[in-house]
């Protein structure tokens, strides 16, 4: 049998760690099974249950969480905005076809008879707000 020599520590005077881990389905717990390497408030802790240590790598999950939560959000919100423009133009472009076919149908009668001013002056609005509609602009 050998003897504990100068600077080493026997089994039974190494201090384990205060932790508290699951031990069964049941939800019981039993105190850690590894030796302490710090002790923090006076209280023996591994690297895994030491309180500082789980605050650092809570912080780093907490980062990267939110880090991948902002990245979702602005995909979301490009997704959005371009689902948005998409449905601005389809309301556009029925704008604009209906101000080009009223134009088309005026502009023939007013080749004839350029006293139909008002008329004129009509669908240069319509074809205006159907413009201002196309670029997202308000009429």
């Not at 389905?25 to 023996?44: F, K």
């Not at 080749?111 to 413009?131: G, K, M, S, T, Y």
Request: charged fraction near 25%.
């Amino acid at each position: 049998m050998q003897g504990v020599g100068a600077g080493q520590e026997s089994m039974a005077t190494k201090e384990r760690c205060s932790g508290r881990v699951r031990s069964d389905a049941w939800g019981r717990t039993t105190q850690c099974a590894r030796n302490a390497v710090l002790t923090e408030d006076g209280e023996p802790y591994c690297r895994q249950h030491a309180p500082s240590l789980i605050a650092q790598r809570r912080a780093r999950s907490d980062a990267a969480w939110a880090a991948k939560m902002d990245a979702d959000s602005a995909a979301w919100a490009e997704r959005e905005r371009r689902r948005q423009s998409d449905a601005r133009k389809l309301v556009a472009y029925d704008a604009l076809l209906a101000a080009c076919e009223a134009a088309r149908t005026y502009l023939a009668v007013w080749q004839a008879n350029p006293a139909w001013q008002a008329e004129a002056d009509a669908v240069f609005a319509q074809l205006e707000a159907a413009i201002a509609l196309a670029r997202g602009e308000t009429p």
